[in-house]
């Protein structure tokens, strides 16, 4: 067991929906590292703050998570990956300098290429629902694998026009209503947003696309999104937010720790068996709604828990 005790931490807001604390502490505890991993949940207005203060905090580096990715680029010192997405979403120190990086994206493609072998031969056109740090990932991670043409299809055009101004000509601006016409020429369609995450609003789409669509959906709690649903129910391919969550994670813990840990069967069943434990849970089906309904205050995501 190493010596001095090593701390890192996921810095989110909210943190309580993240897992990566049970991924990195279980490779933590496979390698017997004197270490452990944890969440801070820090407001927007505190990043800077917190981020500055890191290492006299305890920590050795971080994972930096919605909404944060972008923010952090200008508190850290970015590597080029860092920089050509325009989000990073791992911090470690290198002496004094604090450095960021960008796993998101081997993270992407490391789970379509074992959840989906071959969905990028031949393929000519991408969909990417939303334009925040996720998306930024995709889209790079897109160009690498030579994808001519990539929608960003978000509900602020201005924040999809950014990407377009950052990437280049493969990528096309699109509104929300155009998604059904647009999948219809697509081959791969990419969920970056937060709906469908449990406690938000859920994402509504048709489908209306060949069968030949792969879709993957970035939202791991819950593990099959209703995106992946109703993709599955089609018959179409399909890679879900936790092989992603789990891939991306390699590198950062090779940085803190000076190990390459290994995304494993027996990993992933650990982490499913804790999205089923803290899934909220559905009436029986043989449930009748009272004859006279009680009026109440129904909050949009009420009763739901990350």
Aim: charged letters at 20%; one cysteine or more; proline letters at 6%.
């Amino acid at each position: 067991m190493s010596e001095e005790h090593k701390a890192v931490c996921i810095i989110a807001w909210p943190a309580a929906h993240s897992r990566s604390p049970l991924i990195h502490n279980y490779w933590i505890k496979q390698h017997n590292l004197n270490a452990e991993y944890r969440r801070e949940a820090v407001p927007p207005e505190n990043l800077a703050e917190f981020v500055a203060q890191l290492r006299q905090r305890g920590y050795i580096g971080a994972n930096v998570t919605v909404p944060h990715k972008q923010a952090v680029l200008s508190l850290a010192e970015p590597d080029e990956r860092a920089r050509a997405v325009g989000a990073a979403n791992t911090l470690w120190y290198d002496g004094e300098t604090l450095r960021s990086t960008n796993t998101d994206v081997e993270g992407f493609l490391a789970n379509l290429d074992a959840a989906t072998p071959g969905w990028d031969r031949g393929l000519e056109t991408a969909a990417v629902l939303g334009a925040g740090g996720g998306a930024r990932a995709v889209v790079f991670a897109l160009i690498q694998r030579n994808v001519g043409r990539i929608y960003v299809i978000n509900r602020t055009i201005d924040h999809a026009e950014a990407l377009k101004k950052k990437f280049g000509a493969r990528v096309h601006v699109a509104r929300w209503e155009e998604t059904t016409g647009l999948l219809g020429g697509a081959g791969l369609l990419v969920n970056t947003t937060t709906m469908g995450m449990v406690g938000q609003p859920p994402l509504d789409i048709n489908l209306r696309c060949p069968a030949s669509l792969v879709v993957a959906d970035l939202v791991y709690a819950p593990l099959e999104t209703g995106l992946l649903k109703l993709a599955r129910a089609r018959g179409l391919r399909t890679a879900d937010g936790l092989g992603m969550l789990l891939h991306q994670a390699v590198r950062g813990f090779e940085r803190w720790f000076g190990i390459r840990p290994e995304v494993t069967a027996e990993l992933r069943a650990l982490v499913e068996a804790d999205l089923g434990a803290t899934a909220p849970v559905a009436p029986p089906a043989e449930a009748k709604p009272p004859a006279k309904p009680t009026r109440r205050n129904k909050k949009r995501g009420e009763g739901l828990s990350t």
